[in-house]
């Protein structure tokens, strides 16, 4: 990465300082000095002249003298007063002549030397001051990294994980490769294809994997480096990408994150001129214009289609939209070979079970995951990452960075202890939960003062009312559980309650699954498809609904939390030996929570028989 060095006012000092310094040096040295007509005739009679030129008013020459440090002497001067000299330098055998040495290029060097040393080093200031900023006369040039055959080594063998994306994108290689297979019946390619899925699945992986496989020049560029400040620097640049993608054609011009170009017209609240509207405006003529027969593909990637303009996305712009999934179970295992591959690896990894382990992430999530399993190996001295770093490193991603020193008072940790096992003892107890894997009280990341992992067995696309509902009660179940123990409860749920909320609100506005409510959709916002975020807020609703649908959320929250405490209350002698344990290591598998359930279970039927 490159460094970019602050500017600093003592640099020009230091530079002036510097070029008076060598200004006098060159004048001490390339000086002449000018001696009086007397004092010139007595270093001639002591032979320290060497040789002089003589004009009609003026003697130039040389003279040794004690403090002369150079072997022809010191350059001097005179005003000639005596017109009959010749005789007193001929009888001293000293060397004259009837012109005057010209001092026009000492003088020159002496004064433009230093001037351009000066200017050299103001240059390189401000060179180093502006890094890599363009210069007045490029502004109106693309910004585009050009990568031809030889830099682009990204095949799509390289990008796994995303079968169906690469089985669109496979035409596109043929169309490169052989446009005339296409134009013979008459057909043509798209124009435009838009990469549309969640940030980290590998859009610019898939686009310079097709530049890869197709061996034609790639232009890449952000979508955010075509808008500038200067209005039009931004409709230039877009002018000039396309002049130059024709010129190198067949080519392929990608624009990562098109959303910060693209966004819908009118969205700004500054008018309808302003910079970056120009720049849309461009675009759009320029995926008018040019004809698609010629080679150029237009690729473009973002995870947020919901706020394009819509002139965009019309038929003979970009029609032809791929979307990249985040992986599935299968595609993450895929992934994980390939990552795999870097580092020295187990030969007994699960990789089944480690793709079990993931769900919800992504490809950039998977990379950092080896990632940071190799750290682990490195940090315990081992030759190979095995499956323990691999599992440690899981928990690192998902739940933050373990915080073994951080000193939490009894009273506090074994409230912590009964909360944890409070959400997984409701998990183990409910049907349609997530399979509990490990319940620690070690603090993690940011606020975690512990943590229950729990890992799904497969991927999942529907939820039912029920396994929502027993969900809600197993977020509950760390509160319940500080109610039944202590009789009180802690700030330690409010993220719990948060999830637990949005479930339930969820359920009653955008699912249907309140009997009060009924079967309609109440969530007007527009919510991102690859983003948790919403675009605006407020509903289309009354506010009697809106009060209806408070209560309703309510409702599912009270009545989860009653079953959750039922739960625990029917469990508690489990409840204070697993705490008990949990107090003791940390750390609890939850096989060993389960053995001890089926155990307390055993017990119970064997008192009442």
Same mark, same amino acid.
């Given at each position: 990465?490159?460094?970019?060095?602050?500017?600093?006012?003592?640099?020009?000092?230091?530079?002036?300082?510097?070029?008076?310094?060598?200004?006098?040096?060159?004048?001490?040295?390339?000086?002449?000095?000018?001696?009086?007509?007397?004092?010139?005739?007595?270093?001639?009679?002591?032979?320290?002249?060497?040789?002089?030129?003589?004009?009609?008013?003026?003697?130039?020459?040389?003279?040794?003298?004690?403090?002369?440090?150079?072997?022809?002497?010191?350059?001097? $001067?005179?005003?000639?007063?005596?017109?009959?000299?010749?005789?007193?330098?001929?009888?001293?055998?000293?060397?004259?002549?009837?012109?005057?040495?010209?001092?026009?290029?000492?003088?020159?060097?002496?004064?433009?030397?230093?001037?351009?040393?000066?200017?050299?080093?103001?240059?390189?200031?401000?060179?180093?001051?502006?890094?890599?900023?363009?210069?007045?006369?490029?502004?109106? $040039?693309?910004?585009? @990294?050009?990568?031809?055959?030889?830099?682009?080594?990204?095949?799509?063998?390289?990008?796994?994980?995303?079968?169906?994306?690469?089985?669109?994108?496979?035409?596109?290689?043929?169309?490169?490769?052989?446009?005339?297979?296409?134009?013979?019946?008459?057909?043509?390619?798209?124009?435009?294809?838009?990469?549309?899925?969640?940030?980290?699945?590998?859009?610019?992986?898939?686009?310079?994997?097709?530049?890869?496989?197709?061996?034609?020049?790639?232009?890449?560029?952000?979508?955010?480096?075509?808008?500038?400040?200067?209005?039009?620097?931004?409709?230039?640049?877009?002018?000039?990408?396309?002049?130059?993608? @024709?010129?190198?054609?067949?080519?392929?011009?990608?624009?990562?994150?098109?959303?910060?170009?693209?966004?819908?017209?009118?969205?700004?609240?500054?008018?309808?001129?302003?910079?970056?509207?120009?720049?849309?405006?461009?675009?759009?003529?320029?995926?008018?214009?040019?004809?698609?027969?010629?080679?150029?593909?237009?690729?473009?990637?973002?995870?947020?289609?919901?706020?394009?303009?819509?002139?965009?996305?019309?038929?003979?712009?970009?029609?032809?939209?791929?979307?990249?999934?985040?992986?599935?179970?299968?595609?993450?295992?895929?992934?994980?070979?390939?990552?795999?591959?870097?580092?020295?690896?187990?030969?007994?990894?699960?990789?089944?079970?480690?793709?079990?382990?993931?769900?919800?992430?992504?490809?950039?999530?998977?990379?950092?995951?080896?990632?940071?399993?190799?750290?682990?190996?490195?940090?315990?001295?081992?030759?190979?990452?095995?499956?323990?770093?691999?599992?440690?490193?899981?928990?690192?991603?998902?739940?933050?960075?373990?915080?073994?020193?951080?000193?939490?008072?009894?009273?506090?940790?074994?409230?912590?202890?009964?909360?944890?096992?409070?959400?997984?003892?409701?998990?183990?107890?409910?049907?349609?939960?997530?399979?509990?894997?490990?319940?620690?009280?070690?603090?993690?990341?940011?606020?975690?003062?512990?943590?229950?992992?729990?890992?799904?067995?497969?991927?999942?696309?529907?939820?039912?009312?029920?396994?929502?509902?027993?969900?809600?009660?197993?977020?509950?179940?760390?509160?319940?559980?500080?109610?039944?123990?202590?009789?009180?409860?802690?700030?330690?749920?409010?993220?719990?309650?948060?999830?637990?909320?949005?479930?339930?609100?969820?359920?009653?506005?955008?699912?249907?699954?309140?009997?009060?409510?009924?079967?309609?959709?109440?969530?007007?916002? $527009?919510?991102?498809?690859?983003?948790?975020?919403?675009?605006?807020?407020?509903?289309?609703?009354?506010?009697?609904?809106?009060?209806?649908?408070?209560?309703?959320?309510?409702?599912?929250?009270?009545?989860?939390?009653?079953?959750?405490?039922?739960?625990?209350?029917? $469990?508690?002698?489990?409840?204070?030996?697993?705490?008990?344990?949990?107090?003791? @290591?940390?750390?609890?598998?939850?096989?060993?929570?389960?053995?001890?359930?089926?155990?307390?279970?055993?017990?119970?039927?064997?008192?009442?028989?």
């Amino acid at each position: 990465m490159e460094k970019h060095h602050k500017f600093s006012i003592w640099y020009v000092v230091l530079g002036i300082w510097v070029v008076l310094l060598i200004h006098n040096y060159l004048v001490s040295v390339l000086a002449i000095h000018t001696i009086p007509y007397s004092e010139f005739l007595n270093l001639v009679k002591e032979n320290k002249v060497t040789e002089v030129a003589i004009s009609e008013n003026q003697i130039q020459g040389r003279m040794v003298t004690g403090t002369s440090s150079q072997e022809k002497g010191e350059a001097f $001067k005179t005003v000639r007063v005596d017109p009959e000299i010749s005789a007193l330098l001929d009888q001293h055998d000293i060397i004259f002549k009837g012109e005057i040495e010209s001092t026009f290029l000492r003088s020159l060097f002496s004064w433009v030397f230093p001037l351009l040393l000066f200017f050299g080093v103001w240059y390189f200031l401000m060179k180093r001051m502006t890094g890599q900023q363009p210069g007045f006369m490029t502004l109106g $040039k693309n910004r585009a @990294k050009i990568y031809v055959e030889d830099d682009l080594n990204v095949r799509f063998e390289d990008a796994a994980g995303v079968d169906e994306a690469k089985q669109e994108l496979m035409e596109v290689i043929e169309f490169l490769k052989e446009p005339a297979k296409f134009t013979e019946l008459g057909g043509k390619m798209p124009r435009g294809i838009l990469l549309v899925g969640a940030p980290g699945t590998g859009k610019t992986l898939l686009a310079k994997a097709v530049a890869g496989e197709s061996h034609v020049p790639f232009f890449s560029m952000s979508g955010s480096e075509f808008v500038e400040m200067f209005v039009g620097l931004g409709a230039a640049r877009v002018r000039d990408l396309f002049v130059q993608a @024709k010129q190198k054609a067949p080519c392929i011009i990608f624009i990562d994150e098109l959303d910060a170009l693209g966004k819908a017209r009118g969205m700004s609240g500054i008018g309808g001129h302003d910079e970056r509207e120009q720049t849309l405006n461009q675009l759009l003529v320029e995926m008018d214009g040019f004809d698609p027969q010629v080679g150029v593909i237009l690729m473009a990637a973002t995870n947020r289609p919901e706020i394009l303009d819509p002139a965009l996305l019309r038929p003979g712009r970009f029609d032809r939209n791929i979307l990249v999934d985040r992986p599935d179970k299968k595609g993450r295992e895929e992934i994980l070979k390939v990552h795999l591959k870097k580092i020295k690896a187990s030969k007994n990894l699960d990789l089944a079970t480690l793709a079990g382990m993931t769900p919800g992430m992504v490809g950039a999530d998977l990379a950092n995951l080896v990632n940071e399993a190799a750290l682990l190996a490195v940090r315990r001295k081992k030759k190979t990452v095995g499956m323990s770093e691999f599992e440690e490193a899981v928990e690192r991603v998902m739940a933050g960075l373990e915080k073994k020193n951080r000193l939490i008072n009894p009273r506090e940790k074994e409230i912590v202890a009964y909360h944890e096992l409070g959400h997984a003892t409701v998990a183990l107890s409910l049907p349609g939960t997530d399979p509990v894997q490990k319940i620690s009280i070690i603090p993690r990341g940011i606020a975690a003062l512990g943590y229950t992992m729990q890992v799904p067995t497969e991927d999942r696309f529907l939820m039912s009312k029920t396994e929502l509902l027993n969900k809600i009660a197993t977020l509950l179940g760390g509160r319940a559980a500080e109610e039944i123990v202590f009789e009180d409860i802690s700030t330690g749920a409010h993220n719990d309650l948060a999830k637990a909320t949005d479930i339930a609100r969820s359920m009653v506005k955008e699912y249907g699954m309140s009997d009060k409510i009924g079967h309609v959709y109440f969530a007007r916002e $527009k919510r991102s498809p690859f983003l948790d975020t919403y675009m605006n807020t407020g509903g289309d609703y009354s506010e009697a609904i809106a009060e209806l649908i408070d209560q309703e959320v309510k409702e599912i929250i009270n009545v989860q939390y009653a079953k959750a405490k039922t739960i625990l209350k029917e $469990k508690r002698g489990l409840l204070d030996k697993a705490a008990k344990i949990l107090l003791e @290591k940390e750390k609890i598998d939850g096989e060993d929570l389960k053995a001890l359930m089926e155990e307390s279970v055993k017990g119970k039927e064997a008192g009442q028989s």
